[in-house]
């Protein structure tokens, strides 16, 4: 099974608003987390839907 996170990350540097989004990609004790820039994270906003429906219903679980 692998399990998908996703999040806001910003940069370390002050009071910054979000920088993006944090993918975090996880299976058993392995964790990926790639962070995602704006523009990125407006594509993805944009294709998350279309790909969802791709995905076989009994595959998608929400916690």
């Avoid at 920088?19 to 594509?43: C, M, T």
């Amino acid at each position: 099974m692998i399990q998908v996170g996703i999040g806001l990350w910003r940069m370390d540097v002050g009071p910054t608003p979000p920088s993006g989004l944090l993918l975090e990609l996880s299976a058993g004790a392995d964790v990926e987390r790639w962070p995602i820039d704006l523009a990125q994270s407006r594509a993805l906003a944009h294709l998350a839907p279309r790909l969802l429906r791709q995905l076989d219903p009994g595959s998608l679980r929400v916690a």
